[in-house]
């Protein structure tokens, strides 16, 4: 079967090298030039050399926020004089030496933009890329298409009254690179998400002040020098009106606020629809329902190693059979789980976030869907505590399939 792959970050990656094992005629196809998606760094915020919105949302000391022992490929550990909290170049490289070790280079194109993915009459993908430097406009037939473009380049910036009348700087997440231009400055970040605690604690160091405004629950424990206050209720010209009465006087502001997700090479044909960031219908987040041999690997939020894993695993077992649940069946499993979240009080936005509560049981029906090997149960187990506790200065280390110890 011949399989198209597009991106070739964490994901892309993976899937190439699952298909290639499963003597398939796989080709993935990246927009940069190099390999590892949104964890290349650059300078270059907005639009990149090629007039194209810039992919990583990648920044100067970033850390991550889960340990290295549960973002791993399946049998591919990282140095293990590496720290369990690492940085951004330390996860580059190890995407580098997986795609090293696996020879998957010679089955990539680089510099190629996808401008249109459209499904044919014969069951097969017609995939209409142009190369960025020659400005060649290629088209190639595929079998099958795996979406692994990420979920990271698309910013989400919330409508708050009075944002338009602010006269300090304001800018998403996805386009802050160095804390240098913060140094002195009062910085208001909205979103206590992972990369909210992360870029607060960074900016911190240099800052006058730091607010970060949220409401719920904080990602984790943030620095102490980072002043928390609630959601923002409007902007005036220099200052921050919160919901508790209180305002501040603010010189910057970041919204860590998430992404959107965006397929703007999709046609219509497709059938693929995103309402309130809801991309419908994908069974189990992964099977486009109208067209089963196409699927998307990445699109649920949180743990992106051992998810995706499964995720590709799934599909490439799925593709064995495309006609083993039929669309009906598919799309009652979908709107079944959309009941059971709206139970659970999750938001519609939010319906392809598996956190911590939802995985293993997320993770093992796809197992036990399509008689898959489970993820590993010590990776379940080390997520579901990181969940109670998340200190960055610790390490763990995997005894075995159920067992881990953690020290500092």
């Known amino acids: 079967m011949k399989i198209a792959i597009i991106g070739a970050g964490a994901a892309g990656l993976a899937a190439l090298k699952y298909g290639l094992d499963q003597g398939h005629t796989c080709t993935a196809f990246e927009q940069a030039e190099h390999i590892g998606g949104t964890w290349n760094y650059t300078d270059r915020t907005n639009i990149d050399e090629y007039g194209l919105p810039v992919h990583s949302s990648m920044y100067q000391g970033l850390r991550t926020n889960l340990p290295k022992e549960v973002m791993e490929y399946q049998n591919f550990p990282y140095d293990v004089n590496l720290k369990s909290y690492i940085t951004q170049p330390d996860v580059l490289d190890y995407i580098n030496r997986f795609a090293t070790h696996h020879n998957l280079h010679p089955h990539i194109k680089l510099l190629r933009h996808i401008l249109e993915i459209d499904p044919l009459p014969n ?86 002040k730091v607010y970060i405004s949220y409401g719920g629950r904080i990602f984790c424990k943030a620095e102490d020098y980072v002043l928390h206050k609630p959601i923002v209720k409007k902007l005036t ?25 965006s397929y703007p090479f999709l046609t219509p044909k497709c059938g693929i629809e995103i309402e309130n960031n809801w991309v419908k219908y994908l069974y189990k987040h992964i099977i486009n329902i109208q ?56 938001p519609q936005h939010r319906v392809h976030e598996i956190a911590m509560k939802l995985y293993r049981g997320y993770t093992d029906n796809l197992a036990d869907t399509l008689g898959i090997k489970r993820v590993r149960p010590v990776i379940q187990n080390l997520y579901e505590h990181l969940g109670n506790s998340r200190d960055i200065n610790k390490r763990y280390k995997i005894l075995n399939d159920h067992e881990f110890v953690e020290y500092y």
């Not at 300090?168 to 009062?186: F, L």
């Not at 006087?249 to 919204?255: L, N, Q």
Request: hydrophobic share 35%.
């Open 237 to 261: 010209a220099n200052t921050a009106v919160f919901e508790d009465g209180s305002e501040e006087v603010i010189d910057e502001i970041i919204y860590c606020t998430g992404y959107l997700y």
């Open 291 to 346: 067209h089963p041999t196409m699927g998307f690997i990445g699109i649920t939020l949180h743990l992106l190693f051992p998810t995706v894993d499964i995720q590709i695993r799934f599909f490439l077992e799925f593709l064995k059979n495309t006609n083993r649940f039929s669309q009906e069946e598919m799309k009652q499993d979908i709107l079944k789980n959309i009941e059971i979240r709206k139970e659970q009080a999750l």
């Open 123 to 208: 069951e097969k993908w017609k995939i209409k890329e142009k190369h960025l430097k020659s400005q060649e406009i290629s088209e190639h037939i595929f079998d099958a298409v795996m979406i692994c473009v990420g979920n990271y380049s698309t910013p989400n910036i919330p409508k708050i009254p009075g944002a338009n009348e602010f006269t300090g700087g304001a800018i998403h997440s996805h386009n802050y690179r160095k804390s240098d231009s913060y140094k002195g400055k009062t910085v208001l970040v909205i979103g206590a998400g992972p990369s909210g605690v992360d870029i607060s604690r960074i900016i911190g160091e240099v800052a006058e």
